[in-house]
């Protein structure tokens, strides 16, 4: 039996058959009496809009690549990122907490993302839009969810570790000091999802970078490596930003004189 | 040592949200000064204020002239030790609980000294037993053990939860006042019971809504 050495073309006609699905979900919810099915057209018709104009737009930066070009994608996704994560905690965070946000997550991800193109990789050119865009993609989205996790596991300690933390006050502690079973707590939070998925990987499920590649053709031992690769960048990205961010995201719980307020 | 006539905590036009106004009010250096009231009078926000948790919103408050917005707060802290109603204890062994202020200052004690300042507060626990064993007067005996231990000049007290049998509230009252007296610190103490601040105090205050409604010299 022989690999297939390229990708199977699929006509539209052979993605139209795809959409079968919806239809049979629209079906079940319409039977069942779910109201849910303005929202299954709308996201199904969204899904489509957006994967076309997006891999109109990435067909188009493939066949000009430039520096800018790229590093302009790279600061949108990063500027996305940081929006949605503000806009998600939006009524639990005070101007100085969005401030550490908008700091941290390009602080955390842009150095792991040099790295990781650069010396491991070793992207040729550095910028080539094919490798960088979906390499920076990952990193940064798990680091975003990293962050995410972790304010919300930082939000709720305060919330309910309040006491706790001002004891750590009253017995002499630094604000640093006193949030330090609040800042682990929180990494491990935020830290542990990546974990969890490296544990299955390859037995539970296939990653979709991998199983990507396996699809269009790349030998399996290669789109392992790449696996495996951006795997200890995700977490590195994860890691780094997250820290940052309970390191610094945690002071801004204090003021000037070193007491607790209620809203960073 | 500490001038027994000197003037240790001052509020001067002290003014916190809605819940305390005190124009004039000094707190005796080397004494045992009580602030009593019905509750929800401000008695334990003067504390806070004192343990520098919250700042005044206005007016003044010094600590030996100096005012506490001026002082380091942490190092404030270091000097100005506040056992809360309900004191909270981390999980982990009595000996981790006791250590637990002093390693923040990267300093440890041998397991002597912890044996000494259980037994000043009649604490008969093992250094190992798991703190979530004890009963609410054991755990706030041991909470002052800790601050004890710490060896700050100035002890503020909030009146033991009443959580507490009278009794065992009395014996910790008793004890504090014995270890401030004996170590020349400087005790203020918040208590709902007149009778208690009436047989410790050199100073009495009572604060009503938030306000000064007298004040009383003993000494």
């Given amino acids: ?264 | 040592m500490t001038d027994h006539n000197e003037v240790l905590f001052k509020f001067e036009g002290v003014r916190y949200r809605d819940v305390l106004f005190i124009d004039d009010f000094a707190i005796p250096a080397g004494k045992i000064t009580c602030i009593t009231g019905a509750s929800g009078g401000g008695k334990t926000t003067l504390l806070r204020l004192l343990a520098k948790l919250v700042s005044p919103d206005e007016g003044t408050l010094t600590m030996f002239d100096e005012s506490l917005s001026e002082r380091h707060s942490v190092m404030h802290r270091r000097e100005v030790a506040l056992l809360s109603q309900q004191p909270i204890l981390f999980p982990g062994t009595v000996a981790d609980n006791l250590r637990v202020g002093l390693a923040l200052e990267g300093k440890d004690a041998t397991d002597m000294d912890l044996l000494a300042v259980m037994q000043s507060v009649r604490l008969k626990q093992a250094l190992d037993a798991d703190v979530e064993h004890l009963s609410g007067g054991e755990a706030q005996r041991l909470a002052l053990a800790r601050v004890l231990l710490l060896d700050r000049p100035v002890i503020l007290l909030d009146e033991p939860s009443s959580a507490l049998d009278e009794e065992t509230e009395s014996q910790i009252i008793q004890m504090v006042v014995d270890i401030v007296k004996a170590q020349g610190k400087t005790l203020v103490m918040v208590t709902h019971s007149t009778q208690e601040a009436r047989r410790h105090a050199d100073v009495i205050a009572t604060l009503e809504n938030g306000r000064l409604k007298g004040r009383d010299d003993h000494a």
């Fill in chain 1, 1 to 264: 039996m022989t690999m297939p050495e390229g990708v199977l073309d699929l006509t539209y006609w052979q993605v139209g058959l795809a959409y079968g699905f919806a239809l049979m979900v629209l079906v079940m919810l319409k039977r069942r009496g779910i109201p849910r099915e303005k929202l299954l057209v709308w996201a199904t018709f969204r899904m489509t809009l957006q994967l076309v104009l997006v891999g109109l737009l990435l067909g188009w930066v493939f066949d000009h690549p430039h520096p800018l070009l790229t590093a302009l994608i790279v600061c949108v996704m990063v500027v996305f990122a940081v929006f949605t994560v503000l806009r998600k905690f939006r009524e639990e965070m005070g101007p100085r907490l969005k401030k550490v946000v908008m700091v941290t997550l390009p602080l955390g991800t842009l150095p792991v993302i040099f790295f990781f193109i650069l010396i491991v990789i070793q992207v040729r050119p550095y910028f080539n839009p094919r490798y960088v865009i979906p390499l920076t993609g990952m990193i940064i989205g798990n680091s975003m969810t990293g962050i995410s996790l972790g304010l919300r596991s930082m939000i709720d300690h305060f919330k309910h570790r309040h006491r706790e933390i001002e004891q750590w006050l009253i017995l002499g502690a630094y604000p640093s000091q006193a949030v330090d079973g609040v800042v682990n707590s929180s990494f491990d939070a935020a830290i542990l999802p990546t974990l969890n998925s490296m544990l299955g990987m390859g037995i539970i499920f296939l990653p979709g970078m991998m199983s990507g590649q396996i699809l269009s053709g790349v030998d399996p031992t290669i789109a392992i490596l790449y696996q495996i690769a951006i795997m200890m960048g995700i977490l590195g990205g994860v890691s780094l930003t997250t820290y940052l961010f309970l390191r610094f995201g945690s002071r801004t719980f204090f003021n000037k004189q070193h007491q607790l307020v209620q809203k960073a």
